[in-house]
């Protein structure tokens, strides 16, 4: 009926809407039964269930044998670490796995047969279940006692996969890869040939006190090219060139040649190339979202332009705003951006909108998020209103930031001077008395502040909440600090008591004070601008994090199956290679054993391609990668602080889409419609 197909269209629009507001595509079922599933699926309360999924698989490593859980690392102290019985570990990986089937069970169904055959992403994730349900039932097979478990090394791809923007990443990476190969392989000839001048020119001699060079770093190829690979990463610099200059001063132009060449040269040409390369690829990634968004406005449009209340018209489609206004109530978006649209409708004269009109409607959600702060107070005391005017002044928060700098450097003093005292010798009157001091005023100046500007305003400001939290931690830690050992007086050395002793409360309170100190960059404006591009990659690179973490996992993964047992150190030294732990902790000792224990396995040498590939893929590609993005967040808010006024009460919010928006084209309209008939499963009246 009429109602049933109009429910259907208002319906279909709010998750067209929703997909555009979110970059999702829309090439999935728009049935009844189907979007209702879709809305659920997309639902705060099931992506968070999947998140926690995803969190707990990848924790596990933590817990399964070798297991992490002791707090030092060192073989030599540590107690044994517990490992969970047989079963345990399996029974919530089970879970986990059940809940991905339920995941990739209804992604499938929801974007139809045809187009998922299309998706290589889904078709892996099946894949992966697999593989990690066959490992699973191999496991308790054996009881948990095989040594190589593959679903391990699998586990971050359920990470990558739930994440739209690290999927682009991704692709973007592998799209750069072709580039960076070039200078890769520039980077290897380097390598190669000066190997070759190092065996020729560090050769074997008959007085073994002129071989220290030969003997320490060139005695064979593979020996040679780890030595100056390393002396590129210049963690052995310069150590391998001391025993050769010793002999010889001429020997240290090979050296500084080698370094010059591929560190100065060859180094930062590979981060010329990645920053110029990706930058590109990243711009088409935002240029398809963009797309998506537009089409799934577009899509919205075309749905509602479909109800049986609105006027048909041959020339051209029209929506009326009633059918909109309803829309938009249902509509999960930021509050900020459908409060905009909704006063837009308001003041609209007429009583239905044009595509171009609908889609302009929704450019609201391309524009920067604006905080506006609250009015300062309005007070009718004379005496009051000068009050603000002096404490509300910039003047006097500058005269806040000589305060805490003259704090800093009276805690300094007496640092210095009490550097080479007996903890018996100490006399903590001087630090006390200070930071009594220092404390009372910082709290009478936020008091001050909170007077001039208001409760609101002040909380309004970042480096308010943050000057203020740390005013009100000093004071109570000061008034206990009191309350247990009394108030300062000279020769004040109390015995331990409480928690904490009398030092350890005093150290505690002059680090919040040094860290306190953090108020002057507001107050520094190219300070500023690189702290807040800081900020920005923090909340917006989340995906690049997230592949970070997808290295970091599969190496330390791969590196615990790969070293346990392989290296034995021998003789009497009690170091040995412990390849349990996770993360950075796993590759220190490894790169330690490798390069710094001569008596190692012969296993070991295959390490080294191991440790050449993690070293390549961290250190030389990611590294450059972050250095590119970093570039051009600084770069785009450095143009921008050079065009546009700064305003005190208003600031400005970007995301990764938006800090390219002002390079994007638009797409047309023929290029829409296009695209819309070629929906798999929506029928377009037109």
Known sequence: GTGADNNLYINQAIVFIEDAIQYRSINHRVDSKSLWLYRWYYSRTCQWILSLTITIILALAFVEKPSSLTITSDVRYRLPAWNPPCGLTESIELLCFLVFMVDVSVKSYLIGWEEFWKNKWLMAYILTLIVSLTDWIVSLSFFCTENVRIRRILRPFFLLQNSSMMKKTLKSINSTLPEMASVVLLLAVHLSLFT???????????????????????????????SLLVLLTTANNPDVMLPAYSKNRAYSVFFILFTVLGNLFLMNLLTAIIYNQFRGYLLKSVQSSLFRRRLGIRAAFEVLSSLKETPANAQQSYVSIGALLQVLQKVEMDSRCKQAIMRSLKMCSCDQLSAAQFQKLFEELDKDAI????????????????????????????????VALANIVSICVVLVMDADKQPSERDDFFLGAINCFFILYYLLEMLLKILAMGLKRYL??????????????LLILEIATFAV??????????????????????????????????????????????????LDLVKNLRAFAGILVVVFYAFAITGIMLFKGAVVPLGNTRKKCDFVALLGHFE???????????????????????????WLISSVIWVNLFIALL????????????????????????????????????????ELMEKLHQHPHLQLCR
């Open 196 to 226: 070759m001048f190092a065996m020729l020119l560090f050769a074997r001699t008959k007085d073994d006190q002129q071989d220290k060079e030969w003997v320490g770093y060139f005695r064979n190829l593979p020996d040679s090219l780890t």
């Open 371 to 402: 905080k506006q702060h609250p009015p300062s107070p309005q007070y009718r005391s004379h005496f009051l209103q000068k009050m603000q005017f002096a404490f509300g002044h910039p003047y006097f928060g500058y005269l806040g930031n000589v």
């Open 460 to 473: 309004s400001y970042p480096s308010n909440r943050f000057d203020g939290l740390l005013t009100v931690i």
């Open 485 to 534: 050992y009394g108030f300062p007086h000279p020769g004040w050395r109390p015995e331990f008591m409480g928690l904490l002793s009398l030092w350890d409360m005093v150290r505690l309170v002059n680090m919040l004070i040094v860290f306190r100190f953090l108020r002057i960059i507001p107050n520094m404006k190219f300070m500023a601008l690189v702290v807040t591009t800081l």
């Open 588 to 614: 220190a000792e490894i790169i330690y054993c490798l390069l710094y224990l001569p008596f190692v396995n012969l296993v070991c040498r295959w390490a080294k391609i191991y440790f050449v590939a993690w």
């Open 631 to 670: 570039l051009e967040n600084f770069i785009h808010k450095w143009d921008r602080r050079c065009h546009r006024e700064p305003l005190s009460d208003i600031e400005y919010q970007r995301t990764v889409e938006l800090m390219f928006r002002d390079v994007l084209e638009e797409p047309t309209e023929e």
